[in-house]
């Protein structure tokens, strides 16, 4: 059973195109992450969610952590092609490992 | 990242051959991570070191996964009589504060 649910698993899209992707659970968290992995790299970390409600902006990325710290979703305005990767949500199991979800595979085309 | 580096980057194995696989973290790394990454899904957890000290295994898949970090710097993965299912990317990460730096990772292909 995967514990973090990462939704769609692929997204492809036109430049330009604005697009919401999703990490479920049933689980609390006391945080979440976001990272980014572009092919041939290792995950490079985008933003940590810890309030719940609490919403996040890192340029035209937007960052949601639920209100009941269960879930969160990264919103991408005018999607442009550098912002192709896989996308990951991930939490800090006993503050070591990190635990990441299946993620969301995002090609954006010009 | 904050400059780890893996090596090699690409290892083609034959069923049954020993690899070995290198991570240097940066200086100051006290923390040390490896992570499995299967085609098309995360990243998965196999072990953690503090210093030298292996403090978690809890994810090695097999007795044929091997890890050691005997100066508290590099680390080395290895993996014995290696399997098709072997095939991945093993990602090593250093810890700074709460956030891990991870490397390229090295691509194995276990034919």
């Known amino acids: 059973t995967q514990l973090l649910e990462q939704s769609p698993q692929f997204l492809s899209i036109q430049e330009g195109e604005n697009l919401t992707v999703y990490c479920n659970s049933s689980s609390v968290f006391s945080s979440l992450q976001w990272y980014r992995q572009e092919p041939g790299e290792g995950p490079v970390l985008l933003v940590t969610?810890?309030?719940?409600?609490e919403v996040k902006k890192l340029k035209r990325l937007t960052f949601q952590f639920g209100d009941a710290r269960k879930d969160s979703s990264l919103h991408i305005t005018a999607a442009q092609p550098g912002d192709t990767g896989l996308y990951l949500c991930?939490?800090?199991?006993?503050?070591?490992?990190?635990?990441f979800g299946k993620g969301t595979t995002l090609s954006v085309s010009s | 990242g904050a400059g780890v580096s893996q090596s090699p980057r690409y290892k083609v194995a034959k069923r049954g051959q020993d690899v070995a696989l290198r991570c240097d973290p940066i200086s100051g790394h006290v923390s040390l991570f490896w992570y499995q990454q299967a085609l098309g899904q995360g990243p998965e957890f196999l072990t953690y070191f503090q210093n030298e000290a292996q403090l978690d295994k809890s994810g090695l898949p097999s007795d044929r996964f091997f890890a050691e970090r005997p100066e508290g710097s590099v680390s080395t993965l290895k993996i014995q009589r290696t399997q098709q299912e072997d095939s991945a990317v093993y990602l090593c990460?250093?810890?700074?504060?709460?956030?891990?730096?991870f490397g390229p990772g090295t691509r194995l292909l276990v034919l």
């Open positions: 969610v810890v309030t719940g409600g």
């Open positions: 990460a250093g810890k700074v504060g709460e956030t891990q730096y």
């Open positions: 991930a939490y800090n199991q006993a503050g070591t490992a990190l635990i």
